[in-house]
């Protein structure tokens, strides 16, 4: 198909032609993301965050857990990561436009990655640059992209490309096996730094020996097991590392009943990543997991089609398919909520590494279809008009993460039922000062879910700010009543009482606060504290 589109005078020149074209292509399609901001969670991770303002913490990075606040400690450990935020505050400062850059230029990278991999597995450059293609232009890629805070899967994916790159030159006939096997097990531990998902490899590995191997069978131990020794002791190393950073191997207390109640929740969610891949429509930053998900006669009909799907692409006994399927299920697993540490339930981003296996698939069907077809010309119309549709949805989403409120607009577009994308559009119109509109999201919040403490307590500083401390009141109380630990109302509602001349519950308030000061308050604890000594003294000279 590609040669059709080059014409025959440049057929020759393909090799070099290809990859140029698909980073043009990944360069074209995310350049209206690089005026974008820091949205989401980028203001944790990137501005607010003092442990990438300086080099002072680099030396513990190894042996340290990731944090956003002082007492945080998250359950990953990604030391490439947190050290690459490092010398982007260096080169950048708080200049999003350099940490775009970066994004786009990695998964530029790793689109080449893609093709230059695909020509190994898919034995043909025009299948390569059409998975390639598929990759580089798929909406669902737009937030691993646009989303700063997301570098992680980027650089894993760059690491495992790169790593699985070198070890299939690693196995063919080269001057330098040896060369390539180091520069492949070199990444694979580059890649662990980065994400734990670049575990999988290992297993990927022993499939493509398994798939791809001729001569394993003949010589088991030394053509399957000494060359995949060097990642055994890579991981172990990161594995030694990581349960000294996390106390433990995961990271946080292994809950049974949540393992299984997240494996279920997979009934749901696989089939919504294949109508994600499909029909990329209504991309949302947060998807949630409907209850009653088994009553819906869409999840069983997509499942139907992935089990007509498997039993067809077994009957075909296809390399490319068996390994493809193995990079599918290898990258999905660790997102299958088996082990529940995941950030959310689903998410676009998740889909990033997986989806190169989906990529390979659908090259080979093509190309297949394409050299077996009477009509070629209809087939590159369609492929063209897919890529043309895929690329118009992926830079009409990357104008969604432009700032905090396009993106949370977005959801709340995308789920009008969403008390999360209503309650975070709502602060990000509050903090660029519209705080009539922001009056006007956290009292939706509040009408579809009357007990969200957050937004009760936001519409009582509204009223506060407004002036108008007895409604302010009424608002923080039933925050209160919602959530009797909500340290952030009972400060607010302890301020209130000052102004409507109230000291005894004034007090209490304080007291109740002081009693749980979460990490990113305590700041406050001295001006509170005198505040508590003088109220003391004011109610002492009442009596």
Request: glycine share 6%; net charge positive.
């Amino acid at each position: 198909m590609v040669e059709f589109f080059l014409m025959p005078y440049v057929r020759r020149n393909t090799t070099v032609l290809m990859p140029v074209c698909l980073a043009v292509i990944a360069l074209l399609i995310n350049i209206n993301g690089l005026k974008n901001g820091f949205v989401w969670d980028d203001r944790e991770v990137i501005t607010n965050n003092a442990g990438i303002k300086n080099f002072d913490n680099v030396s513990t990075l190894l042996t340290s857990a990731d944090r956003l606040f002082l007492d945080e400690k998250l359950p990953y450990y990604r030391p490439l990561v947190r050290l690459s935020y490092v010398i982007d505050y260096q080169l950048f400062g708080l200049d999003p436009f350099g940490y775009h850059c970066e994004n786009v230029l990695i998964h530029s990278i790793n689109v080449l990655l893609v093709y230059y991999v695909g020509l190994h597995l898919l034995l043909s450059p025009s299948a390569a640059f059409i998975a390639a293609l598929l990759f580089a232009l798929h909406p669902v890629n737009a937030e691993t992209v646009n989303f700063i805070s997301a570098k992680n899967n980027l650089l894993a994916s760059l690491c495992m490309l790169s790593s699985l790159l070198f070890y299939i030159k690693s196995r063919a006939q080269t001057a330098s096996p040896m060369l390539y096997a180091g520069l492949s097990t070199a990444l694979f531990f580059l890649g662990l730094l980065s994400k734990e998902i670049a575990l999988m490899l290992i297993p990927m590995l022993v499939g493509y020996n398994a798939i791809y191997g001729k001569h394993i069978r003949k010589n088991w131990l030394s053509g399957q097991v000494y060359p995949l020794i060097p990642y055994a002791v890579a991981a172990s190393i990161y594995l030694f590392f990581r349960s000294l950073s996390l106390q433990g191997l995961i990271g946080i207390d292994f809950d049974v009943s949540g393992s299984v109640r997240g494996a279920l929740q997979n009934l749901y969610i696989i089939p919504r990543y294949v109508m994600l891949l499909i029909a990329p429509l209504r991309l949302n930053a947060h998807y949630l997991v409907p209850g009653k998900y088994w009553l819906m006669p869409w999840v069983w009909i997509v499942w139907a089609g992935i089990a007509v799907l498997c039993v067809f692409l077994w009957q075909r006994r296809n390399p490319l398919l068996y390994f493809s399927a193995i990079w599918l299920a290898g990258n999905f697993l660790p997102i299958s909520h088996v082990v529940p540490f995941s950030s959310a339930a689903l998410a676009d981003r998740y889909l990033y590494m997986p989806m190169i296996g989906v990529c390979f698939i659908s090259a080979d069907h093509f190309s297949q279809w394409y050299a077996a077809s009477s009509r070629r010309k209809s087939l590159v119309a369609m492929g063209l008009a897919l890529a043309v549709v895929f690329a118009g949805i992926s830079i009409a989403r990357n104008r969604d993460w432009r700032d905090n409120i396009a993106l949370y607009s977005s959801m709340v577009k995308a789920d009008p039922d969403s008390t999360l994308a209503h309650y975070d559009l709502g602060n990000a119109y509050k903090d660029s000062g519209n705080l009539a509109q922001a009056f006007q999201e956290w009292n939706e919040v509040v009408s579809l879910a009357p007990g969200h403490f957050l937004a009760l307590g936001q519409i009582g500083t509204y009223w506060l700010v407004q002036g108008r401390p007895q409604d302010a009141a009424v608002y923080y109380e039933r925050a209160l009543k919602a959530n009797p630990d909500f340290s952030e109302a009972h400060y607010n509602l302890a301020i209130t009482r000052e102004q409507l001349h109230e000291p005894g519950p004034a007090l209490k308030h304080y007291l109740l606060f002081l009693n749980n000061v979460p990490p990113e308050h305590r700041g406050l604890v001295p001006g509170v504290t005198r505040k508590v000594a003088s109220l003391k003294n004011v109610m002492n000279r009442e009596e």
